[in-house]
């Protein structure tokens, strides 16, 4: 069963910074990180492969930054310059197969979320 733990959520004022972590069980092609805020759909924020192909969110563009260690299976999430909007529960994923994009579908493993709030 694969598993995927994340950490590195909490709170910070506008402007603040966080790291977010996220370890598997096994290793994945394509991994990302999404958001859902309350009340809302899940969304996608960014996504990498293990070849280091990224892409982004253009509401995070500029100040967030995806990163992975391909030998020990960790997703980073670097957010930087926070906003009260990114406030939300930030889980990583991984994908199966050939296709790496930010929809939701084309993932299959999810971990339990942190949580991110930041405030005004």
């Known amino acids: 069963q694969v598993q995927l733990v994340e950490s590195g959520g909490g709170s910070v004022q506008a402007g603040g910074s966080l790291r977010l972590s996220c370890v598997a069980s096994?290793?994945?092609?394509?991994m990302g990180w999404f958001l859902q805020a309350p009340g809302k759909e899940r969304e996608g924020v960014a996504r990498?492969?293990?070849?280091?192909?990224?892409d982004y969110a253009s509401s995070v563009k500029g100040r967030f930054t995806i990163s992975r260690d391909n030998n020990k299976n960790t997703l980073l999430l670097q957010m930087n310059s926070l906003r009260p909007e990114d406030t939300a529960m930030y889980s990583c994923?991984?994908?199966?197969?050939?296709?790496?994009?930010?929809?939701?579908?084309?993932?299959?493993?999810w971990g339990q979320g942190t949580q991110v709030t930041v405030s005004a």
């Open positions: 096994v290793s994945s092609y394509c």
């Open positions: 990498i492969t293990t070849g280091g192909s990224t």
């Open positions: 994923a991984a994908g199966v197969g050939g296709i790496c994009s930010l929809a939701v579908s084309h993932f299959s493993y």
